[in-house]
C-alpha cells in the first residue's frame, strides 16, 4: 500500500521547466552551435556587441564630455591624433574620439526607432494583405507599391525637406519609407502558411482567424522578420547617416556620424582624420549587423543556403 502511495505521489508531480521545454532548449542549443561553426556571423556578432556596449557605457567613460556638445576649444583645433586626443579634434578644438563615441548612441537609436516603427507597420499590413486577401488585400499592396515606386533614400529626402533638417525628422522619413519591404516579406510567407495543414488543422477544430493569426501564422513568420531586421539596423544606421551627410539629419553640433564627415570633408586631404573616424565607425557597424544577419539568415532558413 505505501509503495503504491509512493508510486502515485511520484507520478502525480507535474513536470518540472526543463522538462516542459526540453525540445526548445534542444534548437535553442543547436541554433547556438550552428552560429557558432559561422567564423563570418560570429565576427558580425562580436562587431555589433561592441557596438552595443559602445553606445550603452561609451559616452560616459569618454574622455572630454563636453566636446560632445560643441563646446569651443580654438587653441587644439584640427590636432593630428596623439595621445591626448587619440582621433584627433575638429575645426573647433573638439575631441573627435568622444564625439564618434557619444554618436554611436544616437546612431543605435536611429537603428532601432527606424527598424522598429517599419516593423509595427508592415507586419500588420503584410498579415492583413496575406490572410484576408481580396479587394483588402489587393489595396494595401498597391499602396505598398507606391512607396516601393521610388528609391527609399530618395523618397526621404523629400520627406525630409518638406518637414524641414533634423535628427526627428529624419527618423520620421526613414520609418516611412522602410516599412514596404516588410509588407512583402510578411504577405508572401503568410499566403504560403494559410493553406497550410496544420492551419487547416486548427480551423477545422474550430479555432477563431485571429487564434490561426497570432498562434499558428505569426510565430512562423518571425524568422525572416526577425533577419530582415538584423540587416535593416545596419542599414537605417546607414541611411540616416547619409542623410546628415547631406545636411538634412542631425544639425553640428550634433554628434553624429553622417553630420561629422560632411563637415569634415571640407578639410580633406590635410586634416584627413575628421571624416575617417566616422566613416570607419559607419562601415564597421554596418559590416557587423549584415554579417550577423547573414548567419541567423542561415540558422532560421537553411533552405538559403542552397
Same mark, same amino acid.
Given at each position: 500500500?505505501?509503495?503504491?502511495?509512493?508510486?502515485?505521489?511520484?507520478?502525480?508531480?507535474?513536470?518540472?521547466?526543463?522538462?516542459?521545454?526540453?525540445?526548445?532548449?534542444?534548437?535553442?542549443?543547436?541554433?547556438?552551435?550552428?552560429?557558432?561553426?559561422?567564423?563570418?556571423?560570429?565576427?558580425?556578432?562580436?562587431?555589433?556587441?561592441?557596438?552595443?556596449?559602445?553606445?550603452?557605457?561609451?559616452?560616459?567613460?569618454?574622455?572630454?564630455?563636453?566636446?560632445?556638445?560643441?563646446?569651443?576649444?580654438?587653441?587644439?583645433?584640427?590636432?593630428?591624433?596623439?595621445?591626448?586626443?587619440?582621433?584627433?579634434?575638429?575645426?573647433?578644438?573638439?575631441?573627435?574620439?568622444?564625439?564618434?563615441?557619444?554618436?554611436?548612441?544616437?546612431?543605435?537609436?536611429?537603428?532601432?526607432?527606424?527598424?522598429?516603427?517599419?516593423?509595427?507597420?508592415?507586419?500588420?499590413?503584410?498579415?492583413?494583405?496575406?490572410?484576408?486577401?481580396?479587394?483588402?488585400?489587393?489595396?494595401?499592396?498597391?499602396?505598398?507599391?507606391?512607396?516601393?515606386?521610388?528609391?527609399?533614400? !530618395? +523618397? &526621404?529626402? =523629400?520627406?525630409? @525637406?518638406? *518637414? /524641414?533638417? $533634423?535628427?526627428?525628422?529624419?527618423?520620421?522619413?526613414?520609418?516611412?519609407?522602410?516599412?514596404?519591404?516588410?509588407?512583402?516579406?510578411?504577405?508572401?510567407?503568410?499566403?504560403?502558411?494559410?493553406?497550410?495543414?496544420?492551419?487547416?488543422?486548427?480551423?477545422?477544430?474550430?479555432?477563431?482567424?485571429?487564434?490561426?493569426?497570432?498562434?499558428?501564422?505569426?510565430?512562423?513568420?518571425?524568422?525572416?522578420?526577425?533577419?530582415?531586421?538584423?540587416?535593416?539596423?545596419?542599414?537605417? !544606421? +546607414? &541611411?540616416? =547617416?547619409?542623410? @546628415?551627410? *547631406? /545636411?538634412? $539629419?542631425?544639425?553640428?553640433?550634433?554628434?553624429?556620424?553622417?553630420?561629422?564627415?560632411?563637415?569634415?570633408?571640407?578639410?580633406?586631404?590635410?586634416?584627413?582624420?575628421?571624416?575617417?573616424?566616422?566613416?570607419?565607425?559607419?562601415?564597421?557597424?554596418?559590416?557587423?549587423?549584415?554579417?550577423?544577419?547573414?548567419?541567423?539568415?542561415?540558422?532560421?532558413?537553411?533552405?538559403?543556403?542552397?
Amino acid at each position: 500500500m505505501t509503495d503504491k502511495m509512493q508510486i502515485s505521489d511520484g507520478s502525480d508531480q507535474p513536470p518540472s521547466w526543463r522538462e516542459r521545454h526540453q525540445s526548445g532548449i534542444r534548437q535553442l542549443r543547436l541554433y547556438a552551435h550552428t552560429f557558432s561553426k559561422n567564423g563570418s556571423a560570429m565576427l558580425g556578432l562580436g562587431i555589433v556587441l561592441v557596438f552595443l556596449i559602445t553606445a550603452a557605457i561609451g559616452p560616459s567613460l569618454v574622455p572630454y564630455p563636453e566636446d560632445a556638445q560643441g563646446v569651443i576649444h580654438l587653441e587644439i583645433k584640427l590636432k593630428a591624433p596623439d595621445a591626448d586626443h587619440w582621433f584627433g579634434t575638429d575645426e573647433v578644438g573638439d575631441d573627435v574620439f568622444t564625439r564618434v563615441v557619444v554618436g554611436a548612441r544616437v546612431s543605435l537609436q536611429i537603428g532601432l526607432i527606424v527598424t522598429g516603427i517599419a516593423v509595427l507597420i508592415g507586419v500588420p499590413l503584410g498579415m492583413m494583405a496575406g490572410f484576408i486577401g481580396g479587394w483588402i488585400g489587393e489595396a494595401i499592396m498597391r499602396f505598398t507599391d507606391v512607396f516601393l515606386a521610388v528609391p527609399g533614400l !530618395i +523618397l &526621404a529626402i =523629400a520627406i525630409v @525637406g518638406a *518637414l /524641414g533638417p $533634423g535628427i526627428e525628422n529624419a527618423m520620421l522619413a526613414l520609418s516611412l519609407v522602410w516599412w514596404p519591404g516588410y509588407v512583402r516579406l510578411v504577405q508572401a510567407k503568410t499566403l504560403s502558411l494559410k493553406n497550410s495543414i496544420y492551419v487547416d488543422a486548427a480551423r477545422s477544430m474550430g479555432a477563431s482567424n485571429t487564434r490561426i493569426v497570432f498562434v499558428h501564422i505569426l510565430p512562423n513568420c518571425s524568422s525572416p522578420i526577425v533577419v530582415k531586421a538584423s540587416m535593416d539596423m545596419g542599414m537605417a !544606421i +546607414l &541611411a540616416a =547617416a547619409s542623410l @546628415g551627410f *547631406l /545636411g538634412l $539629419g542631425a544639425q553640428p553640433p550634433f554628434p553624429e556620424w553622417g553630420a561629422m564627415i560632411s563637415v569634415g570633408r571640407n578639410y580633406l586631404p590635410d586634416w584627413w582624420w575628421y571624416s575617417f573616424f566616422p566613416g570607419l565607425f559607419i562601415l564597421l557597424t554596418v559590416l557587423g549587423f549584415n554579417l550577423m544577419g547573414d548567419g541567423l539568415r542561415d540558422i532560421l532558413d537553411p533552405r538559403s543556403r542552397e
